[in-house]
């Protein structure tokens, strides 16, 4: 159909030239013959020929005919099956008006399109002919170009890569570089610039080492490197323009020439400084305490390991000496932790004053610090320690309130204690555990302690479970008025027979409870008994003459809050503070003199009696004694045992009891042994006396049988 189409199609006239490769002859060309003719005997085997795809259509896009190119471009099975489609049946991508209305525009000449269709690229070429009876047609060439379409938006993106790079390279916020294998610098982009100082023009050309490094070993270890593993990676030192170093982290990757030579070294560069300052802050703070700015326990163990592996190398002796502050949770928990912060903050500087020489010290947590130290035998490290109590004797000045805080130390020695940095650290902390139970400022560590402490934390598991499941007792001892004979009160005395131990001595339990911080509950434990005891007598019908006395610890007296729960207890036992006399030892009062006066003011407004036990062996003075609200002041039993034989501790009675007399206060002896000591007492005029002449501690049932008057006996 094509071939006969274009049989009939009138052609413009032309000449035409022979290639300049061909004889003249060879055309073969008739004169007066139109050259369209000659393609008339030979039209259908042209056309069938073609490698491109014709399309006939007519003035309404109607199909007239299709050669097998356009079943091959299009894959169509056959091309009878077109005539009579529209066009855009063919190629779809001709639907859209904005498309095909300018590809048509025009009556004469050609138009080209490049379309697609499916998975392929096509250009389509429109030629404007004339059919039969003047009939418009139009001849269509279709060609695949997928392949040359791919091509060239791949040389695009090529040309577009290659014009963009320098601009790309140029806003990389890392420093890039291209050193020639000649060392000398051959591209330099802006963040280079930026980072090191240096324009581009005074970097190119230029040797790397000049501008960057100060260490030209380093800078060729560095570059040889990169030329035998073809890459190297790393953090170096660099410095700017102006001599300030910085750190970069460094990838370098060498370029190779088309005949596998190395050409060029290609750098990238990063600015790690900020970084390294991020990871040397965290790096302290997972090494250093945060408060006080000295190592931490996981900075110091690592500095001990050390220590212990140069003595060993070189023969010689460490200290290790673990100190734990004195009276340091009284102060916490009355001021505060900001203000105890701040009593940790003096103590380590203090502390740090004091040291001398090669020494780490450590703070492990709380009120807790450590030092390790070469010695050339035990006195040195006591000479130490000796310093460091002596550098906290001056009370600490915190504005305007001065506190006074101690400190207990234990030591250990490498090589006698352990050859091992944890176990060296468990004797110095058991020996501090003893120095501060023992109050004797600070102890070596000696093997038999570690037998000591597990009985300790033994006897403390017990206590603890003797409290909860109630298995202590309370004993009762009585307290005599001198002057009448009668008994005038009691004290309640804490009493404990273990199940596995047997009958347990308050002078061995009391310092593990209060070691233990079990104090504060363990006294109102006792209180709480104590208050229900006097319940029950009342029940039972006896008549309890005077105030039955219970004692507080330190470690109460540090809660703020103590005056109020001490007034619940008996009052939820329905009794009145009439009933109870609380005894405070000088000791205790002294840890926090503002807050214990605090609450024995408070105390003493609810109607409570107020005591000092074991007066005269603390180190309060007549300052504060004024300032204390009591009632009575109770002489110490290591006065009274030896008063009738030593002319001091005679001297001493007297004094107290009339230093209570003139104060308005009553005294009160204990450890009374012998009537001979009785008669003393009433003599000097004291007021109350208790002790086994009178009468021992007993159960509650004994005491009351043998002291208790019942209300029938009374009637």
């Not at 695009?156 to 601009?167: D, F, K, M, T, V």
């Not at 990169?226 to 300030?244: L, Y």
Request: hydrophobic share 40%.
């Amino acid at each position: 159909m094509i071939a006969r189409l274009l049989k009939k199609i009138p052609v413009a006239d032309t000449t035409s030239s022979a290639p300049a490769s061909l004889p003249s002859h060879a055309i073969n060309k008739p004169e007066n013959t139109r050259p369209g003719s000659l393609l008339q005997p030979y039209a259908d085997s042209i056309v069938a020929s073609l490698n491109v795809g014709l399309i006939i259509i007519d003035e309404a896009l109607q199909v007239l005919s299709v050669n097998d190119g356009v079943c091959k471009i299009l894959g169509l099975d056959h091309a009878n099956q077109m005539a009579g489609q529209h066009l855009r049946t063919l190629l779809p991508a001709l639907e859209s008006p904005q498309v095909l209305h300018p590809f048509l525009s025009g009556k004469t000449g050609k138009r080209y399109l490049s379309i697609p269709h499916e998975k392929s690229q096509l250009r389509i070429t429109l030629t404007d002919i004339v059919g039969d009876h003047a009939q418009q047609h139009s001849l269509i060439t279709v060609e695949d170009i997928t392949e040359e379409h791919r091509l060239r938006e791949e040389t695009l993106a090529n040309a577009a890569h290659h014009r963009n790079q320098a601009s790309l390279l140029d806003k990389a916020s890392d420093a890039i570089i291209v050193i020639g294998i000649n060392h000398h610098i051959s591209y330099w982009n802006k963040a280079a610039e930026k980072l090191y100082g240096w324009t581009c023009n005074e970097a190119l050309g230029n040797s790397p080492e000049n501008l960057l490094w100060d260490d030209e070993a380093a800078f060729n270890e560095v570059t040889r490197l990169t030329i035998e593993d073809g890459e190297w990676r790393g953090e170096i030192s660099q410095r700017h323009k102006d001599g300030t170093p910085f750190v970069v982290e460094s990838q370098r990757t060498l370029v190779r020439d088309e005949n596998k030579r190395p050409k060029s070294i290609l750098i990238i560069n990063t600015d790690i400084t900020e970084r390294k300052a991020t990871e040397e802050k965290i790096r302290h703070l997972a090494l250093y305490d945060s408060l006080t700015r000295l190592p931490n326990r996981t900075l110091f163990m690592d500095r001990l390991r050390q220590a212990i592996s140069n003595a060993s190398r070189y023969q010689r002796r460490l200290a290790i000496l673990f100190l734990d502050l004195n009276r340091f949770k009284e102060i916490n928990d009355t001021q505060g932790h900001d203000v105890g912060d701040q009593v940790l903050i003096q103590v380590a500087q203090r502390f740090e004053a004091t040291l001398r020489g090669e020494k780490t010290l450590a703070r492990l947590g709380g009120d807790e610090f450590i030092i390790v130290t070469e010695v050339e035998d035990q006195v040195a490290a006591a000479m130490i320690a000796e310093r460091l109590q002596q550098t906290l004797a001056t009370p600490l000045h915190l504005g305007n309130d001065h506190f006074s805080v101690g400190v207990s130390i234990g030591l250990s020695f490498y090589p006698e204690d352990s050859d091992n940095a944890d176990d060296l650290m468990k004797c110095a902390d058991i020996a501090m555990y003893k120095a501060k139970t023992t109050g004797a400022g600070y102890i070596a560590y000696q093997a038999k302690m570690s037998a000591d402490l597990n009985e300790q934390m033994h006897i403390a598991r017990n206590l603890n479970q003797a409290m909860n499941a109630d298995k202590l007792e309370l004993y009762y001892q009585p307290k005599i008025n001198l002057k009448t004979g009668e008994i005038d009160g009691a004290e309640a005395l804490l009493r404990w027979n273990d199940a596995e131990r047997g009958w347990i001595s308050p002078a061995q339990f009391i310092p593990i409870a209060e070691a233990r911080g079990m104090m504060a509950q363990l006294g109102l434990w006792v209180l709480e008994r104590a208050c229900r005891q006097i319940c029950a007598w009342r029940t039972a019908g006896y008549h309890f003459h005077g105030r039955l006395a219970i004692n507080l610890s330190a470690q109460q007296l540090s809660d703020p809050e103590l005056a109020d729960k001490i007034l619940q207890t008996v009052r939820n036992a329905g009794l009145s503070p009439a009933c109870i006399e609380l005894e405070l030892t000088e000791s205790s009062l002294m840890h926090n003199v503002a807050q214990s006066i605090d609450i024995m003011k408070s105390l003493k407004i609810m109607g409570f009696s107020l005591s000092i036990d074991d007066f005269g062996t603390g180190y309060s003075s007549l300052s504060y004694l004024k300032c204390f609200p009591v009632d009575t002041l109770k002489i110490d039993i290591s006065f009274i045992r030896d008063m009738l034989n030593e002319h001091h501790d005679h001297t001493i009675v007297t004094t107290i009891i009339g230093m209570a007399r003139n104060l308005g206060l009553k005294a009160i002896a204990e450890g009374v042994e012998t009537p001979e000591q009785a008669t003393s007492l009433l003599e000097l005029d004291c007021d109350h006396a208790q002790g086994y002449y009178f009468g021992r501690p007993e159960p509650a049932p004994i005491f009351a049988s043998r002291w208790l008057r019942c209300s029938m006996d009374i009637a």
